[in-house]
């Protein structure tokens, strides 16, 4: 240990003067932490801060120490991956760039705003990114090598990891169902024909110099842009449905679409502004609305085929497979599956819409609801949708056991073995590399005991 010690400090009487330089605006920056042969300056973690703020991802309990120490922990797992040859995820690089720099000229309002908040050129920042998410797709590969190693667990694993749980640790599963549904959509002919003979006259209004503005506060059925006038804000065209986008960016500045359908609804689209593959437009939101006798034709079939089923004259995945409309479930005799994780059975807090799960609250197993008028899960908000439910399994709310959830209970042994294997490796390395962090951080106070003794050893 003392050996060890002794390097530390003759590593920061060596090296400091040698890690000060300039940044950009002017000011010193220098080298805040050397890990192996790895670095970490002020000016990477003053970016990361930076970034983290532009993204409303920073809380108020984080600090510069608790941004160093990840990045202590980052650069013991880089070192190893390099020792270990791994091969930097081109894909995945690419795909988080294109998603930072879309994130950030979202939230800031465009690329030169994004330049302005950094101080520094497009191309450079995604020079400097790109390094740091190849450094992270290292990083995370190795995590993921350490985490896989563990040994494979048995079940007599599992029921060791909830033996040795206290009662209050063992996590509490909601009442779950299975479930399966017919489904009847409206005619949509009529409804789709009467809400483009609404917009076709909002456009001629609007031709006719009625601002865009004030019609979509008026009659836009998206809520959360009708209060701004229609105006979505400088966002990425990949942000929204293809055919919206391709629409909008096919205008020139104050020009207004002709009648857009997307899996929302119809639009009338009104461009404010381009900037390279994103933009700024205004648009008017409706959907189809469909009357009383729709309803009335709907709820008929289904009470219809309800009636067959409970007279034992078709079973429920027959009526499910033969006149379902829902192309998901009707193959599957109308079973729905969680629209998350596509297990069989789906918590209660997951049920939705609200409409699902007022009609089987109250129902027991094998019971069938009435028809009911509900949402599908096609666009931001759904489209109309007749449906009965049957109630084919209820799981109460219980604390979690093999019986029923066993597999929860083995992701959750699974991810204590390679937490403690990942905790394990950092120890060890943290133990067995040599370590400089600065002295401004003279005071801080890091999670890891380890980290703490080395910077008041260093400081001393």
């Not at 880089?78 to 040859?85: G, K, T």
């Not at 994103?278 to 079939?301: C, Q, S, W």
């Not at 003279?442 to 008041?456: D, M, P, Y």
């Amino acid at each position: 240990m003392k050996k060890r010690l002794v390097n530390i400090l003759v590593l920061c009487l060596i090296t400091l003067p040698v890690f000060s330089q300039k940044n950009p605006k002017g000011l010193i920056d220098k080298t805040i932490a050397v890990v192996g042969n790895e670095m970490i300056s002020l000016s990477q973690l003053e970016q990361e801060l930076q970034y983290m703020r532009a993204n409303g991802m920073l809380s108020i309990a984080d600090s510069k120490a608790d941004i160093l120490e990840k990045d202590i922990e980052a650069k013991l797992f880089l070192m190893q991956a390099r020792i270990d040859s791994l091969n930097v995820n081109s894909d995945y690089v690419n795909s988080m760039l294109k998603a930072r720099i879309d994130e950030l000229r979202q939230a800031l309002g465009g690329e030169r705003e994004v330049e302005q908040y950094f101080g520094k050129p497009m191309y450079k920042l995604k020079r400097e990114w790109r390094s740091t998410l190849e450094n992270q797709s290292l990083t995370q590969q190795m995590q993921q090598k350490i985490a896989s190693a563990t040994p494979d667990l048995t079940p007599r694993d599992v029921k060791e990891f909830l033996a040795a749980l206290d009662t209050a640790d063992i996590p509490i599963v909601p009442t779950k169902y299975q479930i399966s549904q017919i489904c009847i959509y409206p005619n949509k002919e009529n409804a789709n024909l009467a809400v483009k003979e609404r917009l076709l006259s909002l456009r001629e209004r609007i031709i006719n110099g009625e601002k865009f503005s004030t019609l979509a506060r008026i009659y836009s059925e998206d809520k959360g842009t009708a209060v701004r006038g229609g105006e979505l804000g400088m966002t990425p065209k990949s942000s929204f449905w293809p055919v919206f986008s391709d629409a909008a960016m096919s205008l020139k500045d104050g020009m207004i679409s002709q009648i857009v359908e997307s899996p929302d609804g119809f639009h009338l689209i009104q461009l404010i502004e381009k900037k390279g593959d994103m933009f700024n437009a205004r648009h008017i939101l409706l959907k189809p609305k469909y009357t009383v006798e729709d309803m009335d034709k709907g709820f008929k079939r289904l009470d219809s085929l309800r009636n067959l089923i409970l007279d034992n004259k078709l079973t429920f995945e027959q009526a499910a497979l033969y006149y379902s409309q829902d192309l998901q479930s009707r193959t599957n005799g109308g079973k729905v599956a969680d629209a998350q994780t596509g297990a069989a059975f789906i918590a209660v807090d997951k049920i939705s819409p609200a409409q699902e799960y007022n009609a089987i609250k109250d129902l027991k197993e094998g019971e069938i609801s009435m028809p009911f008028e509900s949402l599908d899960r096609e666009g931001r908000n759904g489209n109309t949708v007749y449906k009965i439910i049957k109630v084919d399994k209820i799981i109460p709310a219980h604390r979690a056991n093999l019986e029923h959830d066993y597999n929860l209970l083995l992701e959750l042994a699974k991810d204590k073995a390679a937490k403690a294997a990942i905790n394990k490796f950092i120890e060890d390395k943290l133990s067995s590399t040599n370590i400089f962090i600065d002295p401004m951080f003279k005071g801080a106070k890091f999670s890891r005991e380890s980290l703490n003794k080395l910077v008041k050893k260093i400081n001393d």
